[in-house]
């Protein structure tokens, strides 16, 4: 088996999606990307409005 070939089980770094096109929430792609203002972080609109309405303010920064 050549080095480079993917290993059963294990995704390709090359497959994940970059993270500045992923919602720092869900971890998934956006579809519907907002950004804040406050912090100029993007969201998934669905996940940030979920957020605000369960905790009354935007995420400190939930990328760390």
Same mark, same amino acid.
């Given at each position: 088996?050549?080095?480079?070939?993917?290993?059963?089980?294990?995704?390709?770094?090359?497959?994940?999606?970059?993270?500045?096109?992923?919602?720092?929430? *869900?971890?998934?792609?956006?579809?519907?990307?907002?950004?804040?203002?406050? *912090?100029?972080?993007?969201?998934?609109?669905?996940?940030?409005?979920?957020?605000?309405?369960?905790?009354?303010?935007?995420?400190?920064?939930?990328?760390?």
């Amino acid at each position: 088996r050549h080095p480079s070939a993917p290993q059963p089980g294990r995704a390709s770094l090359a497959a994940l999606p970059p993270v500045h096109l992923s919602c720092p929430i *869900t971890g998934e792609l956006f579809v519907d990307p907002v950004i804040v203002p406050a *912090t100029g972080v993007s969201y998934e609109r669905r996940a940030i409005e979920a957020h605000i309405r369960a905790w009354n303010c935007v995420p400190d920064d939930v990328s760390r």
